[in-house]
Each structure stands twice: as structure tokens, then as C-alpha cells.
């Protein structure tokens, strides 16, 4: 069975200072990895994947993550963070012909003024 | 395009009631999955349904049920409600093709409240 892991609850960051969220999977084949974001009271939102390809996926809003096999890591990471970047930060993990997503516990990101 | 619109977004219930939830998914896309999400359990998947057909289901009893009908739109009903039920409800959208790569797209939700 897939999964993946977040193993920080909170991360807490000054703004301005690099941003890393955590994520390591588990999965037989080869994994479609996402990162969602959801805000207070609110769905989620997708920030980007890696199905392929480019080991350093950029996607939405300034962040990026970093694919690494030999680790089974999937970092989410943003150069330099904002306060707007608070929220709950979700890692997950599908197979190729399957819709299903296994998500992470996920991860609160606390950007401090 | 409009995305996944979830209704209600909101609602109370008390126990041993029924609810029925609904989703409308993005204009083309033919698949819809239903989360629950849970302070405790996180982001849980319930079921899957592609084409008015049940795709995949989750580890959940069978109060918790779902459909789909020709337009791709989706409910989702939970039958004798217990208190552990309350929780948002989620619904994502995708084209769901065979062979597809591509993101699930999330609606806002159904806050559930049991009382």
C-alpha cells in the first residue's frame, strides 16, 4: 500500500528566511507525488506534482520541491516565505492508474512578521 | 470554468439522522472522489466514481454510500449518524482517463457538525 509521512506537525519560519516542508513516501512503483495547501475553512489547493522526468519541480505561488529516489523524499520547499504562507501544507502519493490519493497528516507552516 | 462546487457548505445534524451531500465536479471531468477530513484521522479517502460507476472505495461502513449520475455530478449520503461523523466532506474532480497524470482539483467542502 501506498503512504507517505509528514513528520513535523508545525513548522514555524520567519518570513523572509527559506521555507522546507517535509515528506517521505512509501510505494511499490513508481509514486505520483503531490503537495495541496489548504487555508482555514477552505479546500485544497494544488501547489504541484512530480510524475516524471525533472527531479526539481517548480510550481504555484513560489514554491518548488525536490523528487529523490534514493531517499523516497519529496521536500517541499519556497525560497523565501511569506506570512500569506500560512497554512496546513499536504504531501500525497498516488499510482499510475489508480485516482486514489493517500495523504499525509499534514504539516502546519507558521510564518512569523 | 468553474471549479468543484460542493453543497451545503455548511450543516448540523444530530444523531441517527441522515445527509446527503452533493458535488458538481469541473465541466468535463468524469471523475469525483469523496475525503473525509478529521482533526484526528487527517484526510481519509471514501470512494471514487468514474462515469456513474464505483471505481474504488475506501475503508468506511456501509452508512456511508455515494452515486453518480450521467452528468457527472456526484452525492454522497451517510446514513444513522454518529458523532465521529462530523467532519468536512471533500470532493475532487479530474478527467480520470485512463493513464492520467494529472492533479485531483478540490472543491470548499461540507462542514458536517453531529450532535
Known amino acids: 500500500a501506498q503512504s507517505v509521512a509528514q513528520p513535523e506537525d508545525q513548522v514555524n519560519v520567519a518570513e523572509g528566511n527559506p521555507l522546507t516542508v517535509k515528506c517521505t513516501y512509501s510505494v511499490s512503483g513508481n509514486p505520483y507525488l503531490f503537495w495541496y495547501v489548504q487555508y482555514p475553512n477552505r479546500g485544497l489547493q494544488f501547489l504541484l506534482k512530480y510524475i516524471t522526468g525533472d527531479n526539481l519541480v517548480k510550481g504555484s505561488y513560489g514554491f518548488e520541491a525536490e523528487f529523490n529516489k534514493s531517499q523516497t523524499s519529496f521536500h517541499l520547499k519556497k525560497p523565501s516565505a511569506l506570512v500569506s504562507d500560512s497554512a496546513l501544507y499536504f504531501c500525497a502519493v498516488r499510482l499510475y492508474g489508480n485516482n486514489r490519493l493517500a495523504f499525509g497528516k499534514g504539516n502546519q507552516v507558521v510564518v512569523i512578521p | 470554468k468553474a471549479g468543484v462546487t460542493q453543497t451545503p457548505r455548511y450543516l448540523i445534524k444530530t444523531r441517527g439522522q441522515q445527509v446527503t451531500l452533493s458535488c458538481s465536479p469541473i465541466s468535463g471531468h468524469r471523475s469525483v472522489s469523496w475525503y473525509q477530513q478529521t482533526p484526528g484521522q487527517g484526510l481519509q479517502f471514501l470512494f471514487e466514481y468514474f462515469s456513474e460507476t464505483q471505481r474504488n472505495k475506501g475503508n468506511f461502513p456501509g452508512r456511508f454510500s455515494g452515486r453518480q449520475f450521467s452528468n457527472s455530478r456526484s452525492e454522497m449520503n451517510v446514513s444513522t449518524l454518529e458523532l465521529g461523523d462530523s467532519a468536512l466532506y471533500l470532493c475532487?474532480?479530474?478527467?480520470?482517463?485512463?493513464?492520467?497524470?494529472?492533479?485531483?482539483?478540490f472543491g470548499e467542502g461540507s462542514r458536517l457538525t453531529v450532535l
Open positions: 475532487a474532480s479530474s478527467s480520470g482517463q485512463g493513464g492520467f497524470t494529472g492533479e485531483l482539483f
